[in-house]
C-alpha cells in the first residue's frame, strides 16, 4: 500500500474546495448517525478523515471525534477547521496510519467514509479486527464500501473535476478492484492513482466470517450517470455505487 500517502497528498493538493460548502455537505452523514447510531453515542472514531469535515460538523453536534489521517496537508487543513469552528476541544488529531495506530481509547461508533478497501483482503481483515478491538460492547460501525458492478460498468470513463484537472475510472476485473487516476492536463507525467477493493454484500460477510461482528443494514448508496450527468441520490443495490454497510458489536 505504499501509493496511499503519495495520492491522498497529492489528491488534497490537486482539489481545492470550499471549506464553508464542504461542512455543509456533512447533513447527508450527520442523518445516518441520527438513523443508524443509538442516542447515548458520546465517543466516535473516524478513519481516514480527509480535510476533516465529518469530524467538524459532528463535534460541533456535541460529540468527542477521534480521527486518524495519513495525509500531512489534510492534517493541517483539519487543525485549522477545528479552530476556525471553535470545536478544537471536541477533536483529537492523530497524524498518522491507522493500520498502526495504538489507541487506549474506547468508541460508541466508528466510521469510516468513503476509502475502505486499500489493502488486499488480508489486510482488510487485520483493519476489522482492530475496529473491533476500538469499538465499546454494543457500539456501532458505518462503512462505505464500492460495489463492483458499477465500477467495472463506467471503467474507462474519463472527466474533467475542473480547468486542468483530470480523473479517469478504470477496473480490474482479475481483483475486483476500482482503479482512480488523477492528473493536471499539463503534468500528464505526475499521474496519481489509488485502487480499492470492491465487494458484494455477500463478499464482505465472508470477509469477516471469523470476526464476530453483526451486520445489521446494507444501505444502498447513490449513481451517477456520466452520459446524463445525472446524480441520483437513491437507487437499488444493483446500481449503486457504494453500499453504507452497518455493523454492531454484541
Known amino acids: 500500500m505504499e501509493w496511499v500517502r503519495e495520492f491522498y497528498e497529492k489528491q488534497y493538493s490537486l482539489w481545492e474546495?470550499?471549506?464553508?460548502?464542504?461542512?455543509?455537505?456533512?447533513?447527508?452523514?450527520?442523518n445516518k448517525l441520527k438513523k443508524y447510531v443509538?442516542?447515548?453515542?458520546?465517543?466516535?472514531?473516524?478513519?481516514?478523515?480527509?480535510?476533516?469535515?465529518?469530524?467538524?460538523a459532528a463535534a460541533k453536534l456535541g460529540y468527542e471525534v477521534t480521527v486518524i489521517e495519513l495525509a500531512e496537508n489534510a492534517v493541517q487543513t483539519i487543525h485549522q477547521l477545528a479552530k476556525r469552528e471553535g470545536v478544537q476541544s471536541k477533536i483529537t488529531i492523530i497524524h498518522g496510519d491507522f493500520y498502526e495506530a495504538e489507541l487506549t481509547e474506547r468508541y460508541d461508533l466508528i466510521c469510516y467514509w468513503d476509502g475502505f478497501g486499500i489493502g488486499d483482503d488480508q489486510e482488510q481483515q487485520v483493519l476489522l479486527k482492530r475496529i473491533y478491538h476500538w469499538l465499546k460492547p454494543?457500539?456501532?460501525?458505518l462503512i462505505d464500501i464500492y460495489t463492483p458492478w458499477y465500477w467495472a460498468k463506467v471503467s474507462g470513463k474519463t472527466m474533467q473535476i475542473e480547468k486542468g484537472l483530470f480523473r479517469k475510472y478504470e477496473f480490474d476485473a482479475i481483483n475486483c478492484r476500482m482503479i482512480d487516476s488523477w492528473w493536471k492536463e499539463d503534468k500528464k507525467t505526475e499521474k496519481v492513482t489509488q485502487s480499492l477493493r470492491c465487494y458484494s454484500p455477500a463478499d464482505l460477510e465472508l470477509l469477516m466470517s471469523d470476526i464476530p461482528f453483526n451486520v445489521t443494514h446494507c444501505e444502498?448508496?447513490?449513481?451517477?450517470?456520466?452520459?446524463?450527468?445525472?446524480?441520483?441520490?437513491?437507487?437499488?443495490?444493483?446500481r449503486a455505487m457504494s453500499y453504507l454497510a452497518v455493523f454492531r458489536k454484541e
Open 17 to 30: 474546495v470550499n471549506d464553508t460548502e464542504a461542512l455543509g455537505y456533512q447533513q447527508e452523514l450527520l
Open 38 to 56: 443509538p442516542s447515548s453515542c458520546e465517543k466516535i472514531l473516524e478513519l481516514g478523515s480527509g480535510r476533516g469535515y465529518f469530524a467538524v
Open 138 to 141: 454494543g457500539g456501532t460501525v
Open 220 to 238: 444502498p448508496g447513490g449513481e451517477m450517470n456520466y452520459e446524463q450527468g445525472e446524480y441520483r441520490e437513491s437507487v437499488s443495490l444493483d
